[in-house]
């Protein structure tokens, strides 16, 4: 769906580039929150008179990732990603130190982290798809937004 940060997703590509409803949409795990490895959000910013459009599009790319999966160049090229990340993390002591030290935080050793980069560069593009259908719920998504609203919790626009 995306990567936060960067240009990478769909969500990026569809949303933002070719339909112009958004300046930036992301997704990222969320595992803190609740201890699920597979909790997600979705975050962006929506102008007003864009905001149906934009939830439209949304749920619709969530919707296509549920249903047909990714695709072979999404992987391999999420694959790259965190690759690269993994080598910008080593990159200087400050950026290496501040790694580990958030994952000691969180219980993790430098030997999890190893394991877990080789367990992602094996993925198959089927594995990750039964993942995706495994995990995504599209009847338990929660919106939030935030911003003026009609009583109906429309967003009420202004011109």
Do not use: W
């Not at 039964?130 to 009420?156: C, F, H, M, Q």
Request: aromatic share 10%; glycine share 6%; hydrophobic share 35%.
């Amino acid at each position: 769906l995306g990567k936060m940060g960067g240009f990478s997703g769909r969500l990026m590509s569809m949303v933002r580039e070719k339909e112009g409803l958004t300046y930036g949409i992301y997704a990222a795990l969320h595992t803190h929150y609740t201890h699920n490895p597979f909790h997600f959000a979705i975050k962006t910013f929506f102008m007003a008179k864009d905001y149906e459009k934009g939830m439209q599009s949304t749920l619709r790319e969530l919707t296509a990732i549920y249903k047909k999966g990714i695709s072979e160049t999404e992987l391999s090229t999420f694959k790259e990603i965190a690759k690269n990340e993994f080598i910008l993390a080593h990159e200087s002591n400050k950026s290496r130190l501040a790694t580990y030290h958030h994952l000691y935080l969180k219980g993790s050793t430098e030997r999890d982290v190893h394991a877990h980069y080789a367990i992602l560069d094996s993925l198959t593009v089927d594995e990750v798809n039964t993942a995706l259908r495994n995990n995504i719920n599209l009847n338990a998504l929660v919106i939030s937004a935030a911003g003026p609203i009609t009583k109906e919790g429309k967003p009420i626009i202004t011109k």
